[in-house]
């Protein structure tokens, strides 16, 4: 899988929310990603119980064992209240049409598709929904100490270098510099 690069673009994000829209399921998990920035251990981990009728998501995420707490924000609030209407609590947020949990391969596959088919060239996977909540994140508010507490990185360098920041400032110093 290696490494991805978030959806720098808008525009090109629009594109794949649309194409992922034909699935409420797929766009509910990519919208959750790319607005909440978690990894997506922790979107397939979700339960009903976790989202339903709340303003908060309380999780501990599992690659670091670390407790995260953030509002659900106003526009995943309807589609969690549609996408949880008539579910019972105790069963996983996302499935299968077989009724199993939702896998991280077909989650990787689903967003894969999705850039491509919106023609977007770049490597893109599940992490992509990471690092474009990230880059955007960082581009609106220029707060990389926020960022990286969201994250829980260890440093701000790590912040820059993973959501794609650090490339961009030197394929700009590049572009930018003619002797």
């Not at 194409?19 to 339960?47: K, M, Q, V, W, Y």
């Not at 926020?146 to 490339?167: A, C, D, P, W």
């Amino acid at each position: 899988m290696g490494i991805v690069e978030p959806i720098r673009n808008l525009k090109d994000l629009k594109k794949v929310e649309s194409i992922l829209a034909e699935n409420p399921r797929d766009l509910l998990f990519f919208t959750i990603g790319t607005n909440c920035g978690l990894r997506i251990s922790d979107i397939l981990a979700l339960n009903v119980r976790d989202v339903k009728d709340k303003n908060y998501i309380y999780i501990t995420e599992k690659k670091t064992g670390k407790f995260k707490k953030f509002p659900v924000n106003s526009k995943l609030k309807p589609m969690l209240d549609n996408f949880t209407k008539n579910r019972q609590l105790d069963e996983p947020l996302f499935m299968t049409k077989f009724q199993n949990r939702l896998g991280r391969i077909t989650a990787y596959y689903t967003i894969k598709d999705a850039c491509k088919k919106a023609n977007l060239e770049e490597k893109f996977g599940t992490h992509t929904m990471r690092k474009t909540f990230g880059y955007h994140h960082y581009k609106r508010y220029k707060d990389v100490a926020m960022l990286q507490k969201i994250f829980n990185h260890s440093s701000s360098v790590v912040t820059l270098r993973y959501i794609g920041i650090e490339q961009d400032q030197i394929d700009e110093s590049y572009s930018n510099f003619i002797l």
